[in-house]
C-alpha cells in the first residue's frame, strides 16, 4: 500500500467488486454499469493484462462482439483515440496510455499502476516459496484483504472475466485455508473471528461462517456462538431465501455440540431450558435447526405411540396461485402469515420459516379434518379485504417408514 507522495501520481484501479480507476483521488470511471461502456471495457482488459500485448483481433471481438461493424479497424482506431483524450482530460501525465504496435495494442509502461488483483496474484507468488509461518500468514492475510467480491462482476458474460473470476476465487480459498490453519495453530482466535466475518461477506454463501463458530466455540463465548449459529440459519432462509448447504449444517451442529457448559446444579439447568415465566401465546416459532430436531424426535416418538402428526407448508401465492418469490412487499406479507400461523395453531405446534413466503407447520395429534379447519383461521387473519394474495396449502401426514426406522435404529 502506497502512502504519502508515493500514493500520487498512480493509477489506481478496483477490479474486485464494484470496477473503478481513479487518479489522485478522481474517479475517472467506475461505479454502476462502467464495465458496459467501451471505455471501461478497454480500460479492464488492457490494464489487466498490462504484462503482454493484446491481439487487435481478441480487443475488437471484445468490444464488438454480436455487433455489425462494417469497419473494425476504423472504429477501433475512434475507441483508442477517444479513450486517450479522456484520460489525458482526467490529468494524468502526457503520455500515449494505449500503445498500438502493428497488429497489437499494449498499455503504456509510463504510467504506474496499482491494481487490486494483480497484488494479490504478486502475494500468493510469494506466500507460495515463503517458509518462515508468520511471514506466511502475513501474506496470506494481506491477499485475502485485497479479494473484495468477485472479480469484475459485472463483465460475468465475458468469458475472459469469467474465467479470472474463477481464479480469483481458487486463489481466495486457498488462502483463506492456509491462514485459517495458520490461525488454529497459533490460538489466535480473534484473527480467526475476524478473518470468518470477512470471508462471509465478500464470498457469501460459500460456507465460511464455521471458521467465525469455529473461533467463537474455541475461545469459549458460548452465548455469541449460539446466537451466531441461529442467526446465520436464519440469514440464509429469510434473507437468502435458501437451506444452507449440508455441509454447513453439519459443521455448525458439529462445532455446536463441541461447546461446554459451566458446572451446574440441576435447578439452574431445567431453568436454562425453560422458556420465560410469562406463557407465549401461539405456536412455537423456532429456527429450522430446531424444527429438524423436533420432527425427527416426533418420527421416534411415533414408533411407540402411534400419535397423529401431520406436516403442513403454507406458501404465499398470488390471484394465479403461483408463489411471490419477489418484492418489498414480500416481506410483509410472510411477517403477517407468520403472525396467522403462530395465532391460528395450538402452543404444542412447531412453526418456522422455511424461505421467504414459505411457514413449515408441525402438527400434533390432530386430524385431516383439522387440518382444514386451521386453514380457515389462518385465511381469516391473513386475508385483508379484496385482497387477491393467498395461502397455498401442502398436507401430509407424518408416519414413521421402514426406511425412517432403519436410519434411526443404525
Known amino acids: 500500500m502506497m502512502t504519502g507522495k508515493d500514493a500520487d501520481n498512480v493509477l489506481y484501479v478496483k477490479m474486485f467488486g464494484e470496477f473503478s480507476v481513479t487518479w489522485n483521488g478522481k474517479r ?65 501525465p502526457e503520455a500515449e496510455y494505449i500503445r498500438r504496435q502493428g497488429s497489437v495494442y499494449v498499455w503504456t509502461d509510463e504510467i504506474r499502476v496499482a491494481e487490486d488483483a494483480s497484488r494479490m496474484d504478486g502475494l500468493c507468488r510469494e506466500m507460495a516459496v515463503q517458509s518462515d509461518e508468520e511471514r506466511r500468514l502475513q501474506l496470506c492475510l494481506e491477499a485475502c484483504r485485497c479479494y473484495r467480491g468477485e472479480f469484475l462482476e459485472a463483465q460475468a458474460k465475458a468469458d475472459w472475466a469469467e474465467r479470472e473470476a474463477r481464479r480469483y476465487r481458487e486463489l481466495f480459498c486457498t488462502c483463506m485455508e492456509e491462514a485459517v490453519k495458520l490461525l488454529r495453530k497459533k490460538k489466535d482466535y480473534a484473527g480467526l473471528e475476524a478473518l470468518g466475518l470477512y470471508a462471509a461477506k465478500v464470498h457469501p454463501l460459500a460456507d465460511w461462517e464455521t471458521v467465525t463458530m469455529e473461533a467463537l466455540a474455541a475461545s469459549g463465548r458460548i452465548e455469541e456462538a449460539r446466537k451466531f449459529y441461529d442467526d446465520t440459519v436464519s440469514f440464509y432462509f429469510q434473507e437468502q431465501g435458501m437451506r444452507p448447504s449440508r455441509r454447513l449444517t453439519e459443521l455448525l451442529q458439529r462445532l455446536g455440540g463441541q461447546m461446554g457448559h459451566p458446572y451446574a446444579v440441576f435447578d439452574e439447568i431445567q431453568e436454562e431450558l425453560s422458556e420465560s415465566r410469562e406463557k407465549a401465546p401461539g405456536g412455537y416459532v423456532c429456527t429450522y435447526p430446531v424444527f429438524e430436531g423436533i420432527y425427527r424426535m416426533m418420527v421416534r416418538m411415533l414408533e411407540r405411540n402411534g400419535q397423529s402428526v401431520y406436516l403442513m407448508l403454507c406458501t404465499v401465492v398470488d390471484s394465479k396461485g403461483n408463489p411471490v418469490q419477489e418484492g418489498s412487499v414480500l416481506e410483509q406479507l410472510s411477517v403477517r402469515l407468520c403472525e396467522a400461523i403462530r395465532c391460528s395453531v395450538r402452543r404444542s405446534d412447531a412453526v418456522n420459516q422455511y424461505g421467504k413466503g414459505q411457514y413449515l407447520v408441525l402438527l400434533f395429534n390432530t386430524t385431516r379434518e383439522n387440518c382444514k379447519i386451521l386453514q380457515k383461521r389462518i385465511n381469516s387473519r391473513f386475508q385483508i379485504r379484496r385482497q387477491r394474495i393467498g395461502v397455498q396449502y401442502r398436507v401430509k401426514s407424518v408416519i414413521c417408514t421402514p426406511e425412517m426406522e432403519h436410519r434411526i435404529m443404525n
Open 28 to 92: 475517472i470511471t467506475g461505479g454502476s454499469g462502467a464495465g458496459d461502456t467501451q471505455f471501461g471495457t478497454l480500460l479492464q482488459y488492457l490494464i489487466h493484462n498490462r504484462d503482454r500485448k493484446t491481439d487487435r483481433s481478441a480487443l475488437e471481438e471484445l468490444l464488438f462482439a454480436g455487433r455489425e461493424i462494417q469497419d473494425r479497424g476504423h472504429a477501433m482506431r475512434s475507441i483508442v483515440y477517444n479513450a486517450r483524450k479522456r484520460l489525458r482530460a482526467a490529468c494524468l
